[in-house]
């Protein structure tokens, strides 16, 4: 059926063919993603640097950093669905709010721990995952796009709107619930570590999911859906699956939102708002890199990165939407792999001709450093 | 069962439910030609149409143009946009990918949507004047809007000089030729470019149109309210009016209107129904809507060949 990769992505999707295919199988990671995943690690321990220096608005840097970690949890889901399965899903955010209201139920109605919501949350998004999934084996591409929008429609003015579920119109509060064990989850910075190592985690194991059996699977029956099937794979089966694994991974991500936002409205669940946040997942998961576990964290990271900078910044706040906008369509014209592609293209550009090095890394610390300028300046603002 | 809300006459819905439908019908039909001509499923269509009610919110309270002229102004503008779209955009994707497709359609939906939000200043709500008469005709027992009225025969007169202009003129023919068969059409010298720039062109400006008979009169007296949640990808609007085009398979344009109205006129209905029922009016589109998938409609309208270049 469709895919996203034209000549220049055709490596990433290319499956290494030498390593037999597991059920399921966790990804050995080269040094260069440790590193990676080091570095993003570190992260955690900006907020403890920046706690020292005599900012008034220190916790601005947690929530931020926490907020990069939900959201990169959120655009997995779109990974899985959208990027392996070829799945093109309208409603992710609709999941998100399933996730995070179940959640929100059993910790503020039946006093659950938050631990333990967390699964709860998954599990309670399968049934609309298997309902889309029944929609998703008779209708493709723009037909599957159409419908899942009015899904979100009708669960946005039924399920969120019932009461008993979304606890009224201020939704659940979890502020004093969120404990384990002797930590406290409401404390910004033990709440920044855990989504972070969660997200970090769920990146690990999408990319894992690729590999495996089941992700082979799934990028199969999205390049062509007979091919596949005159080989042996179930076709329903696998998009039944990536369904519930991209429901249960935004399911989780909603128990993390309800963590965040402490008491989110169920508002923004209800149609046109909803519309908004799901296509901006869409959007920067596109812009991340659509089928890579990284891309995801890459494009969560950009989205949260350019809020802060323009949110403080109230003329050039305006211009946001716009310019997002304009960069996911340049980047699906040019580089439909993302974020993740322009960095490859770039890794082997240097390899080809060393030389290149030293203005890309020029090129690279000056938009670090005028982001970094961007963002004390103009961000963390208010 | 209680009739809760039977206190409304049955006139009265009905002609909320047409005016509506008028609206659905108009977005349908730039929705199916669109679709037809260059393959692209048009999710930018309320946000392209958005742009003109920006326009008409301008020209009537920064310019002080009279609403009429600004209402053709922004009609005009809106083909503009539309013809832009199509030359800077979709001419350079390729056609046989139908989820990069639908997802720069979002990223061009987003784009006229924040800078929408931009055209009205960040506001909660905005309110821009009407440009149509607005009284009240009395039915019977029932009231109802002269706007309505309006926006009815309107949408159907235009609905029914474009299918024939469709139908016969030479643009038309052109334009149902680059829909069939790409390859033959420009084999026939007919520009595939030009033809669907036209397309998207006249695309538009129906948005545009189906817009500026509701927006500017959904207050009544007062003019047009526009909240937030206006300015979204897909307002409250482009669902229900794909809807109505897949009542056409999203090719039939005749049929993309008849099921404007339908759409309408249920979704009002709605309102007399019994009470926890009556307010679930996206939901009835909802079902409708799968249900019309389910059955592919398309397949009743449209050659094997050309649903396979649609689809390719």
């Known amino acids: 059926m469709t895919t996203l990769a034209t000549e220049d992505t055709i490596a990433d999707v290319e499956v290494r063919p030498a390593a037999p295919a597991r059920a399921f199988r966790l990804p050995r990671l080269t040094r260069g993603q440790l590193i990676a995943g080091a570095v993003l690690g570190g992260l955690g321990l ?80 399968v049934p609309i995952s298997l309902a889309v999934g029944v929609a998703s084996v008779r209708l493709k591409g723009l037909y599957l796009a159409i419908a899942t929008l009015t899904f979100a429609q009708a669960l946005g003015e039924t399920l969120f709107k019932w009461d008993a579920f979304t606890g009224g119109q201020a939704g659940h509060s979890v502020a004093d619930e969120l404990k384990l064990g002797p930590i406290d ?144 369509v340049t980047f699906l014209i040019f580089r439909p792999g993302g974020l993740v592609q322009v960095v490859k293209i770039t890794r082997e550009r240097i390899r080809a001709n060393p030389a290149t090095q030293i203005p890309i890394a020029v090129a690279v610390v000056g938009f670090n450093v005028l982001l970094g300028y961007l963002i004390v300046h103009y961000g963390a603002a208010d | 069962v209680v009739l809760a809300a039977s206190s409304l006459p049955v006139v009265e819905v009905a002609s909320f439910g047409l005016a509506k439908g008028a609206v659905y019908a108009l977005l349908a039909l730039g929705l199916v030609l669109i679709y037809r001509t260059t393959g692209v499923t048009n999710f930018a269509h309320w946000g392209v149409g958005l742009m003109g009610i920006v326009f008409y919110f301008l020209l009537t309270s920064k310019a002080g143009s009279e609403p009429g002229v600004a209402a053709l102004l922004s009609v005009a503008a809106c083909a503009l946009i539309g013809a832009l779209i199509y030359r800077l955009v979709f001419r350079y994707v390729k056609r046989t990918n139908q989820l990069v497709l639908i997802l720069i359609a979002l ?43 309006i926006s009815a025969i309107a949408a159907l007169g235009i609905a029914l000089l474009f299918m024939i202009w469709f139908r016969y003129s030479r643009t038309g023919r052109a334009l149902r030729a680059v829909a069939q068969n790409r390859e033959a059409a420009s084999l026939a010298g007919i520009d595939e470019h030009r033809y ?117």
């Open chain 2, 196 to 312: 669907s720039t036209i397309a998207w062109a006249i695309g538009s400006a129906l948005a545009c149109l189906a817009l500026l008979l509701v927006i500017p009169h959904n207050a009544g007296q007062r003019g047009g309210v526009i909240t937030t949640a206006d300015i979204t990808p897909f307002g409250n609007f482009l669902i229900p009016a794909f809807g109505a085009a897949l009542v056409g398979g999203l090719v039939n344009l005749p049929l993309a209107v008849v099921g404007g109205f339908a759409f309408g006129v249920a979704q009002e209905m709605m309102i007399l129904a019994p009470e926890p029922w009556n307010n679930l009016r996206s939901t009835i589109a909802a079902i409708m809507i799968v249900a019309l998938l389910l059955l592919h409609t398309e397949r009743f309208f449209v050659a094997r060949a050309e649903q396979e270049a649609l689809e390719a």
């Open chain 1, 46 to 125: 900006i907020p403890i640097i920046v706690d020292r220096a005599p900012t008034p608005n220190i916790h601005q840097w947690e929530y931020i950093g926490a907020y990069i970690a939900v959201w990169a949890m959120l655009e997995l889901s779109v990974v899985v669905v959208t990027g392996y399965a070829g799945l093109i899903s309208l409603m992710p955010f609709t999941f998100v709010g399933v996730g995070c209201f179940a959640a929100g139920v059993a910790v503020s109605v039946w006093g659950w721990p938050f631990w333990l919501a967390i699964p709860f949350a998954a599990a309670a998004t």
């Open chain 2, 107 to 149: 990223g061009v939906a987003q784009f006229f949507t924040a800078a929408a939000a931009m055209g009205f200043g960040f506001e909660a709500t905005t309110v821009v004047d009407p440009w149509l008469p607005v009284s009240n005709i009395k039915v019977g027992s029932a009231t109802i809007s002269s706007t309505q009225v």
């Open chain 1, 185 to 328: 989850f409401a404390g910004e910075f033990a709440f920044y570590l855990l989504a972070m190592a969660v997200a970090l985690g769920m990146v690990w194991m999408v990319h894992g999911l690729k590999s495996s059996r089941a992700g082979r699977a799934m990028l199969a029956v999205r390049d062509n859906e007979r091919e596949a099937q005159a080989l042996g794979i179930n076709a329903v089966k696998t998009k039944l699956t990536a369904l519930v694994i991209g429901g249960a991974i935004a399911g989780v991500g909603g128990a993390f939102y309800l963590g965040l936002l402490k008491s989110p409205a169920p508002a923004g669940f209800q149609s046109p708002s909803v519309d908004i946040s799901s296509v901006l997942l869409v959007v920067w998961a596109v812009i991340g890199g659509i089928e890579s576990a990284f891309g995801a964290f890459l494009g969560a990271t950009a989205l949260i990165a350019q809020q802060q900078i323009f949110q403080g910044a109230e003329k050039l706040f305006q211009f946001v939407g716009v310019y997002a906008a304009l960069v996911l």
